[in-house]
């Protein structure tokens, strides 16, 4: 049995492949960055998509947040729930 895999993999963070979990108002497309997308596409990679801790903590109504502003006990419990670690 013959593979064909290319073997290689773009982690890329979900708010990059997905707009629609930015936050309301900041999306640029109207819903994947398709030419990010077909560029992976064209040399073979496969797309690991990352979880947003932003969206998952806060959903996408949520009001755009500095770093400090997350840095909170409970945001930090959720990154590392997610296996994220956030230092």
């Known amino acids: 049995m013959k593979d064909f895999r290319s073997k290689k993999v773009a982690i ?3 708010c990059i492949l997905n707009q629609n979990s930015k936050v309301i108002g900041f999306a640029k ?3 994947m960055v398709k030419d990010i997308v077909d560029l992976l596409y064209e040399y073979n990679y496969g797309i690991l998509q990352l979880p947003c801790p932003e969206t998952l903590f806060a959903g996408a109504r949520r009001w ?7 840095d909170t006990e409970g945001y930090r419990e959720h990154c590392r729930m997610l296996g994220f670690g956030l230092h």
């Open 12 to 14: 890329v963070a979900n």
């Open 29 to 31: 497309y109207k819903g």
């Open 64 to 70: 755009w947040q500095v770093r400090d502003q997350y």
